[in-house]
């Protein structure tokens, strides 16, 4: 079955969720949560991207983000790798924390689709049992929820309120907008929700949405991705920039490997894939037939 890739694109917004490999968990104590998030905002300084909701239970964790440069796939390898390595590294663990890639759900920020998705996200402690019937939705620590009643000073700078209070007819982030949401969520935890649009499938939004999503990437995609998806992988950028790059010289692949390993040609065609993609030395160094990763690192570093 070929890989479900990702659909990116500027200002694209998505629910990511992903659970701890084998369903154990990925949060021990308070202090891995507040890592988490420490993290959480790091990648959003690196990327750009703005949080609309997340809610972090024991084995999985979820989140509502918008992408204004298109670079989910980038963001999301840094976020959790280095939360990984974080958790390990404070636990003395090592190995994989989380069970394989992340679903991300591509979400219609228009016509109240993002404000279910987001409502989804805030309920989770009420459909796991968390809260006992008589406690408030904000005594739930670990949610987005309790942020959106704090004032905007007293909030993460990359947690994006206005859309959520907007799509609820909320047209100011004051105590009388703040508290006036507070008081439809408590009542919407008491409603009968329907949530599997959300939890299947890989787009919610209107027919609108879907066929302009399918339009942007290829209907031609066939039985690639779950049938419908497609976009340019970060691979497949990157061998499409390496066959430009061969092609420019005349090359072949087979004429790398007649090249020395620290051939300036190759050395350059590495700079450009490290500056214009993600992917990592170990596969420049194979593509390029460069040796070691760290190998070709080093050039690439004393020939700038």
């Not at 949080?51 to 999985?60: F, Q, S």
């Not at 404000?115 to 796991?128: E, F, G, I, Q, S």
């Not at 409603?191 to 339009?215: H, M, N, T, V």
């Amino acid at each position: 079955m070929a890989r479900q890739l990702r659909v990116q694109y500027p200002g694209a917004i998505y629910h990511v969720m992903n659970r701890g490999n084998r369903r154990e968990p990925i949060f021990l104590d308070e202090r891995d949560r507040e890592l988490f998030l420490e993290t959480l905002g790091e990648a959003c300084a690196k990327t750009d991207c703005q949080v609309h909701a997340w809610c972090l239970l024991r084995n999985h964790f979820h989140l509502v983000i918008e992408t204004p440069k298109a670079n989910l796939v980038a963001g999301m390898k840094w976020f959790l790798g280095t939360y990984t390595s974080r958790f390990n590294r404070r636990h003395k663990l090592f190995g994989h924390l989380f069970s394989g890639r992340y679903k991300a759900l591509m979400v219609d920020g228009r016509n109240g689709y993002l404000k279910t998705v987001c409502d989804y996200v805030h309920l989770n402690p009420v459909r796991a049992k968390l809260l006992k019937p008589q406690a408030r939705l904000s005594d739930y620590r670990w949610s987005s929820y309790g942020e959106y009643l704090k004032a905007g000073g007293k909030r993460p700078a990359w947690l994006r309120v206005d859309r959520l209070l907007g799509q609820w007819g909320i047209p100011k982030d004051s105590v009388a907008g703040r508290a006036r949401f507070e008081e439809a969520m408590e009542s919407r935890r008491t409603e009968a929700l329907d949530f599997k649009p959300i939890r299947r499938g890989w787009c919610y939004g209107s027919p609108e949405f879907r066929q302009e999503l399918l339009a942007a990437v290829g209907e031609s995609c066939g039985s690639q991705v779950r049938g419908e998806e497609r976009r340019e992988s970060d691979e497949a950028k990157a061998e499409r920039l390496l066959r430009e790059e061969l092609e420019r010289r005349h090359w072949s692949v087979a004429d790398l490997s007649q090249c020395r390993k620290g051939d300036s040609e190759k050395v350059a065609i590495a700079r450009r894939l490290r500056t214009e993609t993600t992917m990592s030395w170990k596969w420049i160094a194979q593509n390029l037939i460069m040796g070691s990763a760290q190998y070709a690192a080093n050039c690439v570093q004393q020939n700038k």
